[in-house]
């Protein structure tokens, strides 16, 4: 059957065909990226939208949002305990006085790590994510299978992207939504007592505060 289905489309003989199966390898667009491409061109060739403004939009959240927000607050947290307490009870009050761009943050959970509790984040219904201070959310965290493993089997998943935790660590998965968006705040790695606030921010990693890594502990070999 198979063997007949290869020779059906071979004795064709229509190299446009061969093309557009090579094609597709390659084409990996979602058909979101296609519509919001689609979308975009649109806006642009009537005229509705320069090319110019998604740039600077895209621009702004990779490069000037992105997680330095959060990694700010992560290395204030570690250093000033009312901070670290505000911040854990309100985030969303902690943070007022940043007036941090790229909004999402109207009801900030922070969740935080400690030796017998780790915390993960996701959106199982789409991708809702704290805009504002971990910036564009990484591709994966929109994957459905992200989502859905992440909740149904964390400790597997957490392993596979890289993070092995002791059995005894309990882990909490946060699910985002319209209304509230959270942020993990990691653990501070041994042996840096001496950095400054923004030499430990420079440590802080998007992905330890979607909770999907831990930051490197000192002996620890990853
Ligand atoms: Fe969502």
Known sequence: MNDDHEHHDHNHNDSRHH?????????????????AEALESLLIEKGLLSEHAVDDVITNYAQRVGPMNGALLVARAWTDPEFKQRLLSNATQAIAEYDFKGGQVDHLVVVENTPERHNAVVCT?????????LGLPPKWYKDPAYRSRIVREPRTLLAEMGLSLDTNIEIRVWDSSAEVRYMVLPMRPENTDNLTQD???????????????VLCQAGQSS
């Open 125 to 133: 219904l789409c991708s809702c994510y704290p805009w504002a201070v």
């Open 199 to 213: 030499e430990l921010a420079a440590l802080v990693s998007r992905d330890s505060m979607i909770g999907v890594e």
């Open 19 to 35: 093309d557009h199966e090579h094609e597709h390898k390659h084409e990996e667009k979602s058909p979101q990226a296609i519509r």
